[in-house]
């Protein structure tokens, strides 16, 4: 796809902050008809500037209200592929990256309670090559931002 334009950005930004908007909604708010919203969402879409839509849970209104941050140390070599893999059917771990330092990878992770994050934990270790974890378990969030 070509670079964006200022109205494919707008309507990327209306997206975000409501992605249950109709596309007759965000034309009103991008000047454009509901059919020409529709052919720029579809063409993002194709493209792979949108990659989805999807459905984006509280998980306190679970009750999974105990939060940690874990790093993971490898034995030897691990591709990210393959570590993306291993968490991804994992609920608890709600976002992982690979990072510099002497860790690994950096997980978040959402439980009810400190022995289901146990649980979650020891899944996470057996699930690929890893030498160890350290978690960090957050006491309050400070600042929490939606990311765009």
């Given at each position: 796809m070509d670079r964006l334009d200022e109205t494919d950005e707008r309507i990327l930004a209306e997206l975000a902050d409501n992605a249950r908007a109709t596309f007759a909604e965000i034309g009103q708010q991008v000047n454009l008809?509901?059919?020409?919203v529709?052919?720029?969402?579809?063409?993002?879409?194709?493209?792979?500037?949108?990659?989805?839509?999807?459905?984006?849970?509280?998980?306190?209104?679970?009750?999974?209200?105990?939060?940690?941050?874990v790093q993971?140390?490898?034995?030897?070599?691990?591709?990210?592929t393959e570590l993306r893999a291993a968490w991804k059917d994992i609920p608890e771990v709600v976002s992982a990256a690979t990072v510099t330092g002497t860790s690994d990878a950096m997980l978040h992770v959402l439980a009810r309670d400190m022995r289901h994050l146990e649980e979650a934990l020891e899944r996470i270790r057996a699930s690929a090559d890893i030498e160890r974890s350290e978690s960090i378990v957050v006491l309050s969030n400070l600042?929490?931002?939606?990311?765009?």
């Open positions: 008809s509901a059919p020409a529709k052919r720029r969402v579809d063409r993002m879409l194709d493209s792979g500037v949108i990659k989805g839509f999807t459905t984006v849970i509280d998980r306190s209104a679970l009750g999974w209200t105990t939060e940690a941050f993971v140390f490898c034995h030897g070599t691990i591709a990210p600042i929490e931002r939606a990311s765009r």
